[in-house]
């Protein structure tokens, strides 16, 4: 799918604020709300959009530590040993790498003894070689995609 201008600039203001309506949206892009309405609709039939979601401070729901885990694999086990840490629940992302670990995942643990076992379940999966833990100290940012380039021709207020 090729995205135009405007794709690109409801993408980006949906970025910002997912919360927005149509017709403040049409509003700050400068199209109707029935435009905005149609053009999230492909986006979301096309498979641009995924789902809707939320931004939650880790934090405040007691998630107070976060690690990365480089894992070390074989060629032959990689597939498996991804498919089984992507099923764990404290297991929020998992990159497959071309550098010195065969993938890298991202676990979220409300405190050390949660996170230990964690770490004893990602270490229990049958394939994997070695693990190596690296504790998050600071989140100095956090965005979920970079900001899409639109060349923005917003009507003013």
Same mark, same amino acid.
């Given at each position: 799918?090729?995205?135009?201008?405007?794709? /690109?600039?409801?993408?980006?203001?949906?970025?910002?604020?997912?919360?927005?309506?149509?017709?403040?949206?049409? /509003?700050?892009?400068? #199209?109707?709300?029935?435009?905005?309405?149609?053009?999230?609709?492909?986006?979301?039939?096309?498979?641009?959009?995924?789902?809707?979601?939320?931004?939650?401070?880790?934090?405040?729901?007691?998630?107070?530590?976060?690690?990365?885990?480089? #894992?070390?694999?074989?060629?032959?086990?990689? /597939?498996?040993?991804?498919?089984?840490?992507?099923?764990?629940?404290?297991?929020?992302?998992?990159?497959?790498?071309?550098?010195?670990?065969?993938?890298?995942? /991202?676990?979220?643990?409300?405190?050390?003894?949660?996170?230990?076992?964690?770490?004893?379940?990602?270490?229990?999966?049958?394939?994997?070689?070695?693990?190596?833990?690296?504790?998050?100290?600071?989140?100095?940012?956090?965005?979920?995609?970079?900001?899409?380039?639109?060349?923005?021709?917003?009507?003013?207020?």
């Amino acid at each position: 799918m090729v995205l135009d201008e405007l794709d /690109k600039q409801v993408l980006s203001t949906l970025l910002s604020d997912g919360r927005i309506s149509y017709t403040e949206l049409g /509003k700050k892009i400068g #199209v109707p709300p029935s435009t905005v309405h149609d053009k999230v609709h492909r986006l979301v039939e096309e498979g641009v959009i995924k789902r809707y979601s939320i931004v939650i401070d880790e934090r405040v729901i007691g998630y107070n530590l976060i690690a990365i885990v480089g #894992v070390q694999t074989t060629a032959k086990a990689y /597939k498996g040993v991804a498919d089984a840490l992507v099923v764990m629940p404290e297991v929020i992302e998992v990159y497959g790498t071309t550098a010195e670990f065969d993938l890298m995942v /991202k676990v979220q643990a409300t405190n050390r003894d949660e996170l230990t076992r964690i770490i004893n379940r990602v270490r229990a999966v049958d394939g994997i070689d070695d693990i190596y833990i690296f504790s998050i100290l600071e989140n100095f940012k956090n965005e979920p995609l970079r900001p899409i380039v639109t060349q923005v021709h917003q009507v003013a207020s």
